[in-house]
């Protein structure tokens, strides 16, 4: 796992180099992501460099990149691993092609010289971000694994192009000083939590999306694609749940045993729900069949607040199979001392407060393990999430009309007291007549009432929602014509889980030099479960039915059907609390409103009503907090580490230090 960085020269005449201290400042923003070594390589006349941090997991010794081909003529460097890399590597031996390392990187200089960059993407099995470049044909290629784990940002002003697994490096660039906000990304921010993909909250700068390729050449203008290279759309088969369980269990088992390839100690992010403790009653099942000493390591988090913390849960896992158990506790001054230097690491406005406690649980481990896995992706493929269920309702109001759906549903939101945030958004978005906005809704901090109010008639008359409802509806007519359930699983995949919920686990775990691995994004487990009919995900007040009922050969019946609790952060009571202060002198500060993104009368009056326990806004008052910070340090500031120490120094007065 590593981080990777290059530059392109597009001009016929070859242009300028990339100067080398530019060079070394982009790999330094990297070097979280890799701090076991440094490599680079330039073209003979300047006109490509790449730039490579490792983090040293397979391979220890002669793994370090760019790695060539051959003849020198192809090179590429890369983010993630190939599990099934060995399998590969055999079929192009026998091919003819020649070896130097054991690593998994090297099969993609030679994967690319045999098959071409499209089929190499769709042979490999893992998480990756690479660059290959072709001396040959001078051209450049970039790939990222089929469900976007693993992030590739991209910038070009037609002369240059740039390249980088993280934004801040390319703001390293002196043609991205003067920087403009993505005032799309503003709405869609407030909308859905995140900016959508391709797109960041930078202008100019982009995201390669999941499961695409992307071809410069050098010497022109030309940039072919993205072009998508694998999707999911798996038409649902009949199948018992018997069969169902029995083919599950065989396949997950085969990938977590994939998964544990590392020349460097692993463990798991365990978090004492379903998913994550299949992952260790699976992890333990084979060091017993196997016969290893060492015990599984097993990591929790959880804060010192009551109600806040799944410990007891993930302790009654790591009790049942003997793991070597780490429990790390997360109090306020945690959170508050880390939220700048965290918000730096996460590029975007930081839409998901649980990354925080996944941070601090990431870098404990690190005295232990470097290598981790973890449960993510299973809800977004079985259907874990109570969105599912309560959509389910949404067809038993269709009937009503526009309007008096809406007035008669939030309505009701309105008489739900303050301490039932949950019911009343669950009001609120279900008042939603159209799908697609629908959908876009179950994890914003507003409704679409309240994106309107809350958003400046100036930003609204010129992005309106920032295009969310319009490209929801586009990825809804992606997914074909299957049930509801399948089309909301299809655009979670293409939405939430690779724009919010990855971007999270990525940086969270590599901002502790930590790589996080995703047993249940593994593509075959993804095609696997979108071909399973609903019936065996979401029935009535049952959820992830198939998933759990596998589970039963592993857990307690009340570990696998006990309440979902989930990652959640303490905010609503922080806010009318010790981070009152903050909340009242930042978000209403004539800095803040006079960005011109809100009616300040409303932000004013969302504020009171929650520090006054009149309407708990808990979610909407964190991503105004999550944008004003991004924007003070990557707008604002310069987007280094200097920026982190200025905005923790103006927050300084507003905090206290104890909850």
Not at 276 to 289: D, Y
Not at 385 to 393: A, D, G, L, R, T
Not at 407 to 429: Q, W
Not at 570 to 596: A, D, H, K
């Amino acid at each position: 796992m590593c981080g990777i960085a290059g530059y392109l020269s597009l001009t016929s005449e070859g242009g300028s180099a990339l100067p080398p201290l530019i060079a070394a400042r982009m790999l330094d923003t990297l070097q979280h992501r890799g701090p076991d070594g440094q490599g680079e390589w330039r073209a003979a006349d300047e006109c490509c460099w790449l730039g490579h941090r490792r983090l040293a997991i397979i391979d220890l010794h002669s793994g370090d990149q760019p790695i060539a081909n051959e003849d020198g003529r192809v090179l590429t460097i890369f983010n993630g691993e190939i599990y099934n890399y060995r399998a590969l590597r055999e079929e192009l031996s026998g091919l003819g092609h020649r070896f130097t390392t054991r690593s998994d990187t090297e099969v993609l200089v030679h994967g690319y010289e045999q098959w071409g960059i499209t089929e190499l993407a769709k042979r490999l099995q893992g998480i990756f971000a690479f660059a290959i470049f072709d001396q040959t044909r001078r051209t450049l290629f970039l790939a990222r694994d089929h469900l976007g784990v693993k992030p590739l940002y991209w910038w070009t002003d037609g002369k240059v192009f740039l390249f980088a697994s993280e934004m801040k490096a390319l703001l390293c660039y002196p043609g991205l000083r003067a920087r403009q906000v993505n005032r799309a990304g503003i709405a869609q921010v407030i909308v859905t939590r995140y900016v959508s993909r391709p797109e960041t909250l930078l202008a100019g700068i982009q995201r390669l999306p999941e499961s695409s390729v992307l071809e410069v050449n050098a010497g022109s203008c030309r940039i072919a694609g993205p072009r998508r290279y694998w999707d999911v759309r798996e038409d649902p088969r009949v199948v018992s749940m018997e069969e169902a369980v029995r083919q599950l269990r065989a396949l997950l088992t085969t990938t977590v045993d994939m998964q544990l390839m590392s020349d460097v100690p692993l463990g798991v992010q365990l978090s004492g729900g379903v998913d994550s403790s299949m992952v260790v009653a699976i992890m333990e099942g084979l060091r017993r069949e196997r016969g290893k000493q060492a015990r599984v390591k097993t990591f929790s988090v959880g804060f010192d607040v009551e109600g806040f913390s799944e410990l007891p849960y993930a302790r009654q896992v790591a009790n049942r199979y003997g793991t070597d158990h780490h429990e790390i506790s997360v109090g306020f001054s945690d959170f508050v001392d880390e939220l700048p230097f965290l918000a730096w690491m996460y590029d975007e406005p930081m839409g998901e407060p649980p990354g925080i406690p996944t941070y601090f649980m990431c870098k404990a481990a690190k005295a232990h393990v470097t290598v981790m896995l973890c449960g993510e992706g299973a809800d977004e493929l079985f259907g874990g999430y109570s969105k599912y269920v309560f959509e389910q309702f949404s067809a038993a109001v269709n009937w009503l009309g526009f309007h008096p759906r809406r007035a008669l549903l939030r309505g009701a939101g309105r008489t739900v007291p303050f301490r039932g945030r949950r019911l009343r958004t669950i009001l609120e978005i279900l008042s939603i007549p159209s799908q697609a906005s629908r959908f876009a809704s179950w994890y914003g901090g507003f409704d679409t009432v309240m994106q309107q109010e809350v958003l400046s008639p100036d930003l609204i008359r010129e992005v309106r929602d920032g295009g969310m409802e319009e490209r929801f509806a586009r990825i809804l007519r992606d997914a074909g014509s299957g049930d509801s359930l399948q089309r909301f699983l299809y655009c979670d995949l293409h939405t939430r889980l690779v724009d919010d919920i990855l971007v999270k686990g990525d940086r969270m775990s590599m901002g502790a030099s930590v790589e996080a691995r995703v047993p249940f994004l593994d593509r075959k487990v993804v095609e696997y479960a979108a071909s399973l009919p609903s019936t065996l995900k979401v029935d009535g007040l049952r959820s992830k039915i198939v998933l759990k009922k596998l589970a039963e050969q592993y857990l307690p019946h009340d570990t696998i059907y006990r309440r979902k609790v989930g990652f959640t952060v303490p905010l609503t009571r922080w806010f009318v609390g010790p981070w009152r202060g903050l909340i009242e002198n930042v978000l209403l500060s004539e800095r803040c409103l006079g960005r011109g993104y809100y009616r300040p009368e409303i932000v004013r009056r969302v504020v009171d009503d929650h520090v006054n326990r009149r309407v708990d806004r808990e979610q909407g008052i964190w991503l105004m907090l999550a944008l004003e910070i991004w924007h003070r340090l990557f707008v604002d500031g310069d987007g280094t580490l200097s920026a982190v120490e200025r905005v923790k120094s103006e927050f300084a007065p507003f905090l206290p230090r104890a909850s």
